[in-house]
């Protein structure tokens, strides 16, 4: 074994990242085949969520539920007017309620901090146990790298969304009642409908996140320091949503990745208004665009072995 593989593993996790590089040259003698592809992104995936730090902050995701059900349920009419979500009110009469407003109360901070933790060590933390190199050997190619780390990242977003919108469901059933559900304009529909429509919004959710997951993944390919993307992907996630707070500075609020964040509300009305929801869509979509072939931009040109 060369110096560079032994040091590569004795670093923490160090073994399983150079078998990984190590099985990376076989992958890559099929560059350009959909096989290739698919066994990179499984790689990629079978990587971050066999991480403890990873199903950690799935463990805490999913606690975050459980603690709003229960200071509703000990707290009775605890939701005020004007405070919060406007549906947050309806938590105690109906479970399904508490889906939408843990997602509510996740959107600005927990789910992008976890979500910068994971992309900002996308590329990062790679090349700071020194694995990213041996990757690159292969002829896999550093295009396809990268766009294996999005779809990754965006697989985390999904999964980060869903693990808060079932333990909500759970919680919800399990201290409150269930059944019609009474939208925020006031009508009413069945729980089959009301389902179906949480599981529309959890999805508008998880791709809210696409513009952070580029700006993570970019941030990432800047730097080999995996801690030092992260606290920059995060603090830059606390620093837009101070901006988005102050009246002043609406002229340029429309424009930060987090201004539509939770437009997702309007999908809870009848009939749906989808016109921020689009706006929000439309605005994650030029994010990853413009990150997106930053990151390219960088990571192609980038010594890695300097």
Same mark, same amino acid.
């Given at each position: 074994?060369?110096?560079?593989?032994?040091?590569?593993?004795?670093?923490?996790?160090?073994?399983?990242?150079?078998?990984? $590089?190590?099985?990376?040259?076989?992958?890559?003698?099929?560059?350009?085949?959909?096989?290739?592809?698919?066994?990179?992104?499984?790689?990629?995936?079978?990587?971050?969520?066999?991480?403890?730090?990873?199903?950690?902050?799935?463990?805490?995701? #999913?606690? @975050?539920?459980?603690?709003?059900?229960?200071?509703?349920?000990?707290?009775?009419?605890?939701?005020?007017?004007?405070?919060?979500? &406007?549906?947050?009110?309806?938590?105690?009469?109906?479970?399904? /309620?508490?889906?939408?407003?843990?997602?509510?109360?996740?959107?600005?901070?927990?789910?992008?901090?976890?979500?910068?933790?994971?992309?900002?060590?996308?590329?990062?933390?790679?090349?700071?146990?020194?694995?990213?190199?041996?990757?690159?050997?292969?002829? !896999?190619?550093?295009?396809? @790298?990268?766009?294996?780390?999005?779809?990754?990242?965006?697989?985390?977003?999904? &999964? &980060?969304?869903?693990?808060?919108?079932?333990?909500?469901? !759970?919680?919800? #059933?399990?201290?409150?009642?269930?059944?019609?559900?009474?939208?925020?304009?006031?009508?009413?529909?069945?729980?089959?409908?009301?389902?179906?429509?949480?599981?529309?919004?959890?999805?508008?959710?998880?791709?809210?996140?696409?513009?952070?997951?580029?700006?993570?993944?970019?941030?990432?390919?800047?730097?080999?320091?995996?801690?030092? #993307?992260? &606290?920059?992907?995060?603090?830059?996630?606390?620093?837009?949503?101070?901006?988005?707070?102050?009246?002043?500075?609406?002229?340029?609020?429309? /424009?930060? /990745?987090?201004?539509?964040?939770?437009? /997702?509300?309007?999908? @809870?009305?009848?009939?749906?208004?989808?016109?921020?929801?689009?706006?929000? @869509?439309?605005?994650?979509?030029?994010?990853? !665009?413009?990150?997106?072939? $930053?990151?390219?931009?960088?990571?192609?040109?980038?010594?890695?072995?300097?």
């Amino acid at each position: 074994m060369s110096r560079a593989e032994t040091t590569a593993a004795e670093a923490p996790g160090g073994a399983g990242r150079t078998a990984r $590089a190590a099985t990376a040259p076989a992958a890559g003698r099929r560059p350009r085949t959909a096989a290739g592809s698919l066994a990179l992104l499984r790689s990629e995936l079978v990587l971050t969520f066999r991480r403890t730090r990873t199903i950690a902050l799935l463990g805490l995701l #999913a606690l @975050l539920p459980v603690l709003i059900g229960t200071v509703v349920r000990i707290e009775t009419g605890g939701a005020r007017g004007g405070e919060g979500p &406007a549906f947050i009110a309806q938590v105690t009469q109906n479970g399904l /309620f508490l889906v939408f407003t843990a997602l509510a109360v996740a959107l600005p901070v927990f789910l992008p901090m976890t979500v910068g933790v994971v992309a900002g060590d996308s590329i990062a933390g790679e090349a700071s146990t020194g694995t990213l190199r041996y990757l690159l050997v292969a002829p !896999a190619g550093r295009t396809r @790298l990268l766009v294996a780390k999005f779809a990754a990242g965006m697989v985390f977003c999904l &999964a &980060a969304t869903v693990t808060v919108g079932l333990a909500a469901l !759970a919680t919800g #059933a399990a201290l409150f009642p269930l059944g019609e559900v009474t939208l925020i304009s006031g009508d009413t529909i069945g729980l089959g409908e009301a389902l179906l429509r949480a599981v529309l919004v959890a999805g508008v959710v998880a791709v809210s996140l696409a513009g952070l997951v580029a700006i993570g993944l970019f941030v990432s390919t800047l730097t080999g320091s995996g801690i030092a #993307a992260m &606290a920059t992907t995060v603090g830059l996630v606390i620093t837009v949503q101070i901006l988005d707070s102050f009246p002043q500075l609406h002229a340029i609020q429309p /424009f930060l /990745f987090s201004h539509h964040w939770l437009s /997702f509300g309007d999908l @809870l009305r009848e009939p749906m208004y989808w016109d921020g929801v689009l706006k929000n @869509l439309g605005l994650q979509a030029l994010y990853v !665009a413009v990150f997106g072939s $930053a990151a390219w931009s960088r990571f192609t040109s980038r010594d890695i072995t300097a």
